[in-house]
Every structure is written in structure tokens, then in C-alpha cells.
């Protein structure tokens, strides 16, 4: 039998021989094979009925894990418990001592940082410097590049918040595609493709059982 892992990141799980998607696509007793599933918030039930079937590793790649206790086969590959980083944030953005807010930047997670500061900051030339620099430099000089590029602020703004951002989108349709519940809802061979791989995400009011798909005489 092999192991469950539950981790934020499938990056570092993405090597020899490995399938992802939005459920398991693929038949996880194959040796050697690493199953990514992507699911926000998978159940203990579901996890462990597939314990038995997995001959090398499955990896959940999800925000909340199912809490489960006294099992050695399976593995939470990371910390679970959010964080709140709005002081770190508030500190960077505004502090005028970059040395200390370099310090507070440092503990922030980038793609949060950035976030915010894209909120805060709207100088074309930081983004271009940032563009430029951000290319195959460790974190360390990332947050560096941020905390001492940035020129501090009176008060800081937050993000703001997508419609989109809580609609689940099948595995591989990107976050800015407005049209792909239309293209779902219109053309069946789509939707029944979606169907047998990942029904939980068809758009509200589809039907998840096959149809018939008409083509043309």
C-alpha cells in the first residue's frame, strides 16, 4: 500500500511518472505512479477509501485537509492553520525604515505580497523593475526587491475581492475565461467529456448524467 499525501503546492510531487486533474483520472495501483488530485476541501471518507488502491502515492493538493489520526500511510506536507499576515503586509507597505520592513516583507508569502502591493502601489516603473528582476532570483531577493522598490504609504488598501474567485473551474480552464460554463452549456461532447471526468464542477442547472450528443447527417 502506499501514501496520502495532502499538501498546498504539487509542484515538487510533478516528476517520473505522474496524471493530475480535478478528481483522480487515473488508476493509482499502477506502480510508480503519483496521482495529483486538486479539491479544495476532500472528506475523510473519500481519502481513505482509496488508501488501498494506491500502490505508490496520491496527492491532495487542497486548503482545508480531512483530519486523519494514528495512520502512517498518510502524510500532511505542509501547515494547514491560515495564517494572518496583515500586519507584515501593513508594516512593508507603510514603515519608513525599508531596512524593518524589508524584515516584516520577508515573512509575507509572495503571491500574497504582490497581491497587495498591486493594490497599493501603481508605479509602472516598480512593475517593470519587477518584472525584469523577478526572473530566477531566489525568494529572499524577491521580498528584498519588493521592500526597498516600494515607496511607503499613508494608509494601506486591500485587494479587492473577484465574483469569479469562488466558482470552481474544471482542471485546466483558466481563472480569466469568462466563456467556458457557455461552451460547456451549448456543446454536449464538451459537457460529457466533463461529465465522466469532473461533474462536481459543471456549471449550475447542467444535467451530470451522459446525453446524447446530436451531430451533423
Not at 134 to 157: C, G, W
Not at 175 to 189: A, F, G, K, P
Not at 205 to 217: A, H, I, P
Amino acid at each position: 500500500m502506499g501514501v496520502l499525501i495532502f499538501t498546498h503546492d504539487a509542484q515538487k510531487y510533478r516528476e517520473g511518472h505522474f496524471v493530475e486533474g480535478n478528481h483522480v483520472v487515473a488508476n493509482p495501483q499502477c506502480a510508480e505512479l503519483t496521482v495529483i488530485v486538486h479539491k479544495k476541501n476532500p472528506n475523510a471518507k473519500e481519502c481513505l477509501a482509496w488508501l488501498p488502491y494506491i500502490a505508490h502515492r496520491m496527492v491532495f493538493v487542497c486548503e482545508k485537509p480531512p483530519n486523519i489520526k494514528n495512520n502512517d500511510s498518510v502524510i500532511y506536507d505542509g501547515i494547514f492553520k491560515k495564517e494572518d499576515y496583515t500586519r507584515n503586509i501593513d508594516a512593508t507597505l507603510r514603515w519608513r525604515d525599508r531596512k524593518k520592513a524589508f524584515g516584516e516583507c520577508a515573512k509575507v508569502p509572495i503571491p500574497l505580497m504582490l497581491a497587495f502591493l498591486k493594490e497599493n502601489n501603481k508605479d509602472i516603473s516598480l512593475w517593470r523593475t519587477l518584472a525584469k528582476a523577478f526572473t530566477n532570483v531566489p525568494e529572499d531577493y524577491q521580498h528584498a526587491l519588493i521592500a526597498y522598490a516600494h515607496k511607503p504609504i499613508r494608509r494601506m488598501s486591500y485587494p479587492k475581492k473577484k465574483k469569479g474567485d469562488e466558482i470552481e473551474r474544471p482542471f485546466g480552464v483558466r481563472n480569466n475565461d469568462l466563456h467556458w460554463e457557455t461552451i460547456v452549456r451549448q456543446d454536449e461532447v464538451v459537457a460529457n467529456k466533463l461529465r465522466r471526468t469532473d461533474k462536481d464542477s459543471l456549471p449550475k442547472g447542467v444535467k451530470k448524467r451522459q446525453q446524447n450528443e446530436d451531430g451533423w447527417l
